[in-house]
């Protein structure tokens, strides 16, 4: 069981909004503000989107914007494309380790 | 720029050792902003943080492989290597080594974000 809490699955239609929660505790979404997102594609390595909450990668699209309210941070997707169909992981510190999320599938309707 | 390649052995069989090296190039291991890690995902599932370890051989580990996990770094060959010792059929899983940064405050380290990463290799633990 991962220590981070994601939906198993999003979905929406392209040009629509989602945003993809991650659940944890105060023992480490709700301390720290080390919070990061992975994209993955099928058969690819995970690539960062979002890292220490906020901030984005160069080269990542200001569409994937980062957020957190108390132990759940947020992942938003706005003006959704084909191509953000994939997998997505959240990851924190808490305390000495970094556990990621469960996942989600994102489907781009 | 800087890259990460696993390399090691694709079939291993139960309660013996899996052994991964990460070998980075295009940069140092030795250097003191970034810890560098290890991550799993077994087929079809999630993924799991291993480990990471400072180029001075400090590391951390997740508790629920501690037991079996060691991690090592060569800094003369720009590497970095991971052991899990006893597996099971539930060890089988890619495994990618990923370039770990960290941020220091008041000589407290804390862990962040991967990247890059490599591109994984599947271990299979089948007899």
């Known amino acids: 069981q991962s220590a981070l809490t994601q939906p198993a699955s999003v979905s929406g239609s392209p040009g629509q909004s989602i945003t993809i929660s991650c659940t944890g505790t105060s023992s480490d979404v709700g301390s720290y503000n080390l919070v990061s997102w992975y994209q993955q594609h099928p058969g690819k390595a995970p690539k960062l989107m979002i890292y220490e909450v906020t901030k984005r990668p160069s080269g990542v699209s200001n569409r994937f914007s980062g957020s957190k309210s108390g132990n759940t941070a947020s992942l938003t997707i706005s003006g959704l494309q084909a191509e953000d169909e994939a997998d997505y992981y959240c990851?924190?510190?808490?305390?000495?380790?970094?556990?990621f999320g469960g996942g989600t599938k994102l489907t781009v309707l | 720029q800087l890259q990460l390649q696993e390399s090691g052995p694709g079939l291993v069989k139960p309660s013996e050792t899996l052994s991964l090296t990460c070998t980075v190039s295009?940069?140092?291991?030795?250097?003191?902003?970034?810890?560098w890690g290890w991550i799993r995902q077994p087929p079809g599932k999630g993924l799991e943080w291993i480990g990471s370890i400072y180029y001075s051989g400090s590391t951390s580990y997740n508790p629920s492989l501690k037991r079996r996990v060691t991690i090592s770094v060569d800094t003369s060959k720009n590497q970095f290597s991971l052991k899990v010792s006893s597996v099971t059929a539930a060890d089988t899983a890619v495994y990618f080594c990923a370039r770990q940064d960290i941020v220091v405050v008041v000589a407290a380290t804390f862990l962040d974000w991967f990247d890059p990463w490599g591109q994984g290799t599947l271990v299979t633990v089948s007899s």
């Open positions: 990851c924190s510190y808490a305390g000495s380790s970094t556990p």
């Open positions: 295009g940069g140092s291991i030795s250097s003191s902003t970034n810890y």
